[in-house]
């Protein structure tokens, strides 16, 4: 019934196996790929026709993670699998990016690559393994792909690089100081095509090493699919790139020097206006066939792209008249809103961030149910991109795909420069909102980023800058690397790689490359040409940072203490009952983890003074020889009871109230009076022994010896 293929290696510490033609067999391509125990399988199917007058390539990503693969059922009232999370989201992208450029130009079919996650280990993370039987189902499918890929991960310890490391070793790196390095690499056999990293300042040469030993891991695994599609493969789909060179042959006589005229323009909107008139002008040209051509769109496209690559690769100008290492004029503003934490206007030529940190308490923590259990996070960063930063209208709806992926680059490149949270015990979200774009807002969302950090007082270890690279390269084997990039050249270019970090070194890498032809040599090279832009925008941003930034009168202070474990139960009492006290005395917030760390929040500082106080009372123990404020709360025939440390009460035997002989305690003292004790330590019980007699009641401190005799020979 079933005709079943299985092919299996031996990959790093693991087991890696592919498995075709039991399962999902009406699909165009299935695989289920299985790493130890985590288990992915990936379905794909593709139109056999394109939609009429479809001038872009339909393909879409998704990947899920079915709770039921670790064991779990989902949170929630519904219970149920409901909208993609982060991960889900930032996965998907991850697939979508490396095997987009690799299937054969002009295929505008539609193609849907579904990955569902059935298995997880809490070991091997998902997401390489979903990149891997994604590329293995498309390689079988017949789909015309150019591929195919692998991808693994790469971790970096004590100056090795670490294949596939454990899911616990990538979790929460900033309070792992042995992990530098959280890197995922795809490629062919023959180059990378897509780098996505969370550093840790590491050299650009480091980087470049992980890249580097990643694309000579996956090279079995490439051979792997190869091996499997040898025998499970279908027919290749009967599919011929269209051939309209001479629609782009009219359409270049009719307005090549339109086109070049209108990218000699400057200014981003009224190049944009010109660029669209040329295109009028070219299409009035042209005869109502040619106009009503399906390849139109591609072969105005074209002529874009031979116009603006070529004149940047012979003349080294580019569209703005800069040169191709030049980052385009910086102004930088902290402070910008009156009444937020801490807030920053980054703008760098065309593309403009406002951002603004916000600070809150543990109980602004982001909770998160992944596979592989629920944590918190105390740093948040989402990013906004509005139609109207382009100068366009459009849906205005919940963040996309895209807002998702640019939101956790910019949060990878900050987090490495992050303080600990033992010193700095706050919350912090950042929200970027582009004002306007052209040409990465992520990088200027790092930018801001930091300075609206640094504006709100968050001690970061040092200031981060990003900058977007770009390449052009030619046939014949020239290139342009590009410093800072408009949204035009990364449209028509080659190569989007976005470098962030400190002085000291590199925090985030993201590399998507669109031709299969990047050489360690120019990698080598736009990283080097990276950091100069990336020191150039850090002088930049250092204008803007005049002094030491004032802590907000309007964020909650925060201070943190440490408390025994078995202290936690007396803090907390019967059904909250304490700390709902201490809170509503106080006037501050309180919480307390189960490792016995307490923060107290306000903008009060008497509020969390009070709190302080209040928890110090019920967690410390009293100190034998010590002097203590209290109040009478019983008086016996033998003596009087003292509530003298927090709720703890001791008794002042008669014999110790005065230096005379009294006939009943009630003769000085009456309940609720306040009066000083002295601690003298523990009977045999464990009961409390204080005195009176040997403190000044009115001063509180102790009276002397010579004192206490002249007033007992008296």
């Given at each position: ?8 290696m ?5 087991t ?12 165009d ?38 709770y ?14 409901a ?17 987009r ?13 579904m ?22 189902a498309?390689?079988?499918s ?16 004590d ?7 454990e ?12 992990q ?39 090279q079995?695994?490439?051979?792997l ?10 027919e ?8 309209y060179s ?18 000699a323009i ?8 010109a ?84 600070l809150?308490?543990?109980?602004d ?57 033992t ?13 306007e ?37 030619e ?13 035009d050249e ?11 970090g ?25 990283l ?17 940072l ?45 919480d ?40 009478v ?9 003292v509530n ?43 009961k ?7 403190v000044d ?13 002249e007033?007992?020979?008296?």
């Amino acid at each position: 019934m079933f005709n079943v293929t299985t092919k299996s290696m031996q990959w790093g510490e693991e087991t890696l196996t592919l498995e075709t033609g039991k399962v999902a067999r009406q699909a165009d391509g299935s695989v289920i790929a299985t790493l130890g125990e985590t288990s992915v399988m990936a379905n794909v199917t593709f139109a056999k026709a394109p939609k009429p007058g479809q001038d872009f390539f339909p393909l879409t990503v998704h990947y899920q993670e079915k709770y039921y693969a670790a064991g779990k059922v989902p949170g929630g009232f519904f219970k149920r699998e409901a909208r993609p999370t982060e991960k889900e989201t930032l996965t998907a992208r991850l697939i979508d990016r490396p095997i987009r450029p690799l299937f054969v130009p002009g295929f505008k079919h539609e193609v849907l690559v579904m990955c569902t996650v059935l298995s997880h280990d809490l070991v091997n993370d998902p997401d390489v393994v979903a990149m891997i039987a994604a590329s293995a189902a498309l390689t079988i499918s017949g789909a015309p792909f150019m591929g195919p890929i692998a991808g693994c991960r790469v971790g970096y310890v004590d100056g090795d690089y670490i294949l596939n490391p454990e899911v616990e070793d990538m979790q929460n790196l900033r309070n792992n100081p042995e992990q530098r390095l959280d890197l995922i690499v795809a490629g062919t056999k023959d180059a990378v095509m897509m780098v996505e990293s969370e550093a840790y300042e590491l050299s650009e040469e480091e980087m470049l090493g992980a890249v580097t030993f990643a694309h000579e891991q996956i090279q079995p695994v490439v051979d792997l699919i190869v091996s499997l599609a040898e025998e499970a493969a279908k027919e290749p789909f009967d599919f011929q790139a269209p051939d309209y060179s001479d629609l782009y042959a009219a359409i270049k006589a009719a307005g090549e020097d339109k086109i070049r005229a209108a990218y000699a323009i400057t200014d981003k909107q009224e190049r944009t206006t010109a660029v669209a008139d040329a295109k009028d002008a070219i299409k009035a040209a042209l005869t109502e066939e040619q106009l009503e051509d399906a390849n139109l769109g591609s072969a105005l496209k074209k002529l874009e792209a031979s116009v603006l690559r070529g004149d940047v690769v012979k003349t080294g100008k580019r569209i703005d008249g800069r040169a191709l290492d030049t980052v385009r004029p910086i102004v930088s503003e902290t402070g910008f809103l009156p009444r937020t934490h801490g807030s920053a206007l980054f703008t760098r030529g065309e593309t403009q961030g406002l951002v603004v940190t916000t600070l809150g308490t543990g109980d602004d923590e982001q909770m998160i149910d992944a596979l592989h259990g629920t944590y918190k996070s105390n740093f948040m960063l989402h990013y906004n991109f509005p139609p109207y930063s382009v100068g366009e209208v459009g849906r205005v709806s919940g963040p996309g795909r895209r807002e998702i992926g640019h939101g956790k680059l910019a949060w990878r490149a900050l987090q490495a420069v992050l303080p600990a949270a033992t010193d700095f015990p706050y919350t912090i979200r950042i929200v970027s909102e582009i004002t306007e774009s052209n040409g990465s807002s992520s990088m200027a969302s790092v930018c801001g980023g930091s300075l609206s950090m640094m504006d709100a007082g968050v001690p970061l270890k040092s200031a981060v800058a990003g900058v977007a690279m770009g390449l052009i390269l030619e046939d014949d084997g020239s290139y342009a690397i590009l410093t800072d990039i408009l949204g035009d050249e990364d449209h028509l270019g080659d190569m989007d790689f976005k470098v962030a970090g400190t002085e000291n070194g590199i925090t985030s890498l993201q590399m998507d490359i669109k031709v299969a032809g990047i050489t360690p040599e120019i990698m080598q090279k736009a990283l080097a040409q990276a950091k100069d832009g990336r020191m150039h925008i850090l002088g930049e941003m250092s204008k803007a940072l005049t002094g030491a930034a004032e802590f907000s009168v309007h964020a909650p202070r925060i201070e943190t203490m440490q408390i025994p474990t078995d202290k936690i139960r007396e803090v907390i009492g019967s059904g909250g009952k304490v700390i709902r006290e201490i809170v509503e005395l106080s006037g501050a917030k309180v919480d307390i983890n189960d490792d016995g760390i307490i923060k107290i929040a306000s903008p009060n500082g008497e509020a969390i003074q009070k709190a302080y106080d209040m928890i110090h009372s019920i967690v410390a123990e009293p100190e034998e020889g010590k002097v203590y404020k209290g109040k009478v709360v019983k008086i016996v025939d033998f003596g009087a009871f003292v509530n003298f440390f927090g709720k703890r009460d001791g008794l002042v035997h008669v014999s110790q109230i005065e230096n005379r002989r009294l006939n009943h305690p009630s003769d000085v003292l009456k309940e609720g009076q306040e009066v000083f004790v002295k601690l003298l330590g523990f009977d045999d019980r464990g009961k409390v022994r204080l005195a009176m007699k040997m403190v000044d009641q009115e001063t509180g401190e102790e009276v002397a010896e010579e004192k206490k005799s002249e007033n007992a020979d008296g």
